[in-house]
């Protein structure tokens, strides 16, 4: 599938660079979002501190929890074993590894911050912490999901290697939702 005459495949520079570079300054503006987000969710991250700690594994972990399902379907569009059928039993266990992954994850850093909690004296419970994080997590995990096929489709429907477009798609769009879910359901459990 590799060639120089433009297919998915290629490797031509002047190709990559030409669709790689206005994503990329599109999902810079994307992403300056999130930072928004967190810049008007500073009071409540100055009262609870742990929740400032857990936001990058948050937010990092939903977009690498992406950036798997969205390579493994890439893999799959080059190899021609994907139709995206609904009926894809392959399709459903990358979903539910995905899930299952975003589970254990977030319920590990629920675990982690508490502990450090309690080191640095924090005031939120585990149970708490655990809702906090198992809900945003899961949401994130869901919107990962959802963009990882959108992305992986759309840029192989429009002729675009999705091998270059996936990963940067999903992670900045997960950034951004991943901050709003983690500071919403934050603010709504806290306050």
Known sequence: ??????????????????TMFPLLAVLSVIVLWA?????????????FGILAIMVPTMVGTGGNLGATLSSRLSTRFHLGTT???????????????????????????????????VAIGSTIPFPTLLFISLVSGMSVAVVAIVFSFVATYLSYRFGIDPDDTTIPIVTNVVDVFGMLIFIGVSTFVLT
Do not use: C, K
């Not at 060639?3 to 190709?15: A, I, P, V, Y």
């Not at 930072?35 to 009262?47: P, V, Y």
């Not at 459903?92 to 450090?116: E, P």
């Open 83 to 117: 139709s995206l059928d609904p009926r894809d039993e392959l399709l459903w266990a990358n979903i539910l590894a995905i899930l299952a992954l975003a589970a254990s994850i977030f319920t590990a850093l629920a675990v982690g911050a508490f502990l450090l909690g």
């Open 35 to 47: 930072g928004i987000t967190l810049e008007s969710a500073q009071s409540l991250l100055e009262e």
């Open 1 to 18: 599938m590799v060639t120089s005459s433009g297919s998915l495949g290629s490797w031509e520079w002047t190709r990559i660079v030409r």
